[in-house]
C-alpha cells in the first residue's frame, strides 16, 4: 500500500517537474522515485529470504504431515 502511495506521489512530482505546476513535489522526486524502487526490491528479497526459509525447514523436517 505505501509503495502505492509513493508512486501516487512520484507521479505527481512529476507531473509538478514537466509542467511548472508548483505543487512543491518536483523537489521529492528523486525521493519518491528511489522509494517507489527500493520497494519492489525490498519485496524480492524477504520473498526469497521466506522461500529459503521455508526450504531449509520441510528439508529439516520433513514435509507437511496429511492427514
Known amino acids: 500500500m505505501w509503495a502505492a ?5 512520484f507521479v ?3 507531473v509538478d517537474h514537466t509542467f ?3 505543487w512543491g513535489l518536483a523537489s521529492e522526486l528523486w525521493t519518491f ?8 526490491v525490498f519485496w524480492i528479497f524477504t520473498t526469497l529470504i521466506h522461500k529459503a526459509n521455508l526450504a531449509y525447514i520441510r528439508h529439516t523436517y520433513g514435509p507437511e ?3
Not at 33 to 40: N, R, V
Open 12 to 14: 505527481g512530482a512529476l
Open 33 to 40: 522515485l528511489a522509494f517507489a524502487t527500493a520497494a519492489p
Open 20 to 22: 511548472n505546476k508548483e
Open 65 to 67: 504431515p496429511t492427514d
Open 5 to 9: 502511495v509513493f508512486v501516487l506521489l
